[in-house]
């Protein structure tokens, strides 16, 4: 039973979920950092507001909060667009470059009925059993 759990703790996945919540939680107090101590202050001067938390109104003894959610709305704004532009495009840019350079398949084709890839030499298709000229 030892060496199961060690080879499940060893496999790629674990260990690559395990190092891509380090680096997210890392990232995400990064990211908070820069919306509380520079954005936050950057709005401030441009609104005159400091502390947007500190903003709330009263209704039947009952108190909104709106300013807590300006911060976590910003916070989210922050992190969504650092994701964006430091992750989702660098990758995607490095996946359009991979498919750019791949070297085409000689043994595959597409079907032409259901256009999914089939063998070179098959007469059918797996997929959707048409004939399929050799």
């Not at 994701?83 to 359009?96: D, E, G, H, I, R």
Request: net charge neutral; hydrophobic share 55%; aromatic share 10%.
């Amino acid at each position: 039973m030892g060496s199961e759990f060690r080879q499940f703790l060893l496999r790629g996945n674990v260990v690559e979920l395990a190092v891509g919540i380090v680096i997210g939680v890392a990232f995400g107090a990064v990211i908070t950092s820069f919306v509380a101590n520079l954005l936050t202050p950057l709005i401030a001067a441009i609104f005159g507001e400091p502390d947007f938390s500190a903003m709330t109104f009263q209704v039947n003894n009952a108190v909104f909060r709106y300013g807590a959610f300006l911060n976590s709305l910003i916070a989210f704004v922050a992190i969504a667009a650092a994701v964006f532009f430091f992750v989702v495009k660098p990758a995607n840019a490095l996946s359009t470059r991979a498919a750019r350079n791949a070297v085409p398949d000689d043994s595959i084709k597409n079907c032409p009925e259901c256009l999914s890839t089939i063998p070179l030499g098959a007469r059918r298709c797996a997929h959707c059993a048409e004939l399929v000229a050799s």
